[in-house]
């Protein structure tokens, strides 16, 4: 087993039977070319510069689905495409589960991603709304605040008003 940087994946055309592939640690992005690899069945690319900026995230993921047919285990950790709460305040678990279905979406083989292995029900969730679960928030917390204040404030309680009156109550 050798450790290297990439700094060119040209040299891969000529491994076409080749099954596992580990990219990790490298500063490859969006533009990212992979040869035609037909019998690729394991990719990972985690800690590399892969992001959803714009639609290149979406370009990538078109290239993987054409030229590595057979993928069934990918992984994008460490990332910015790939949202963790843990490293970043404003990512939460439903960002990552968005993520999920997108990925999914476009990569229909895949077995397992990240660590998790794919369930029959992001399988679904993914062929019905994967293409729209692209993750969109305010740069700001001040955007989203001027959005709430905007809204008509709410005063509800479940009670009757005639219950909201804590002197006047009936026991049991």
């Known amino acids: 087993v050798a450790f290297v940087v990439c700094r060119s994946l040209e040299g891969l055309k000529t491994f076409s039977y080749l099954e596992e592939l580990i990219l990790d640690n490298n500063l490859l992005g969006n533009d990212l070319l992979l040869p035609r690899l037909p019998h ?30 057979s993928l069934q285990y990918l992984s994008l950790l460490g990332n910015m495409a790939c949202p963790n709460e843990l490293v970043c305040k404003e990512k939460d678990e439903d960002d990552y589960q968005r993520y999920r279905y997108f990925v999914l979406h476009k990569l229909t083989n895949l077995k397992f991603l990240d660590t998790r292995k794919v369930t029959r029900r992001e399988r679904e969730e993914a062929l019905v709304r994967g293409a729209f679960m692209k993750v969109v928030k305010p740069n700001d917390a001040k955007a989203s605040s001027d959005a709430a204040s905007t809204s008509p404030e709410m005063h509800y309680t479940p009670l009757p008003s005639g219950s909201r009156d804590l002197t006047n109550h009936r026991g049991m």
């Open 40 to 69: 690729l069945h394991t990719l990972t690319l985690n800690k590399n510069q892969i992001s959803f900026q714009r639609n290149t995230c979406k370009i990538l993921l078109d290239h993987l689905a054409e030229v590595v047919p």
